[in-house]
């Protein structure tokens, strides 16, 4: 095994805004437990997503969050880089010379509805037909439109805390109209402090999550064995397994930033994987969906791929190739 040098500074990438920042902490603060006398140095980036406030499909997709970071760690400006998985695109191949050497154990996968501040609503059956709803995902917005068909959902961009503020009237709303209600990531109110804003935390059933949500992965170069074996110090392998079954389905499927894909695999009990895929249209009138379970123990790639299968073989494939991208 190699050993990280005691003298070598440890260069963490991240996004610059105050989840990233403290997710990336986070990361230091266990890799510190691990190696107390490690230098640490975080290398914060604004990256071209985080400034852009239009669609992010028009800018090259969300993976734009990731691009800049994962260059960095390419041309050796950084050792290791933190990402939101559901943020990494699943379509095609981690960037050359990169991997996931380790996965944090995984937060909460649901989503949650926030009001404004000082309202006295607490579900998404309290609000009147024609309500706004803000959110940033269209996998949130085509499930949000099938339990509710007579919301309007509109786009909500930003860091976590502009979007608040934005929800209680404290900052200029996108499209000029301040949103009823807002849907964020538990997750992410959770790392920021703010549980106490959400009010209905949706089930699984109710608004299944993003592939990879809740779960940090800790990326470096191949070919960097002393931080690697760092890294690994720190892996969570049922995440590690469970993210893996979930972007084997996602690469499949080879959908784009505004196809709505949802895909959550759990452990069951007896230690066999469980994974729930789903496609739908942009408003929620057609979905397919998969529940298959790993019986014969092949593994999470095998059972990404076969609710891969099942899922075109349901008519996945029409839907993501008639949404505009």
Sequence with gaps: MSTFPNGRTLRIGTRSSPMALAQANTVADLLRKERPELRVELMPVTTQADLWQGDLQQLGGKGLFVKQIDAMLQRGEADVAVHCVKDVPGDTPLPEGLVFAAFLPRDDVRDVLLFPEGSERRTLGDLPPGAIVATSSVRRAAQLKRLRPDLTITRA?????????????????????????????????????LTHRGRQVFTVDEVLPAVGSGALGLECRHDDGPVADLLARLNHEPTMTEVSAEREMLHGLRGHCNSPIAGHCTTDPDGRLSLRGMVFSPDGSAVVRAHLRDESGDGPADLGARVCAELLRQGARDIIEDIPH
Excluded: W
């Design 157 to 193: 961009r930003g860091a976590v805390g502009t979007r608040i503020e934005k929800l209680d009237g404290r900052r200029e709303p996108d499209g000029g109209t301040a949103p009823d209600a807002m849907v964020l990531a538990t997750s992410g109110l959770e790392r920021l402090g």
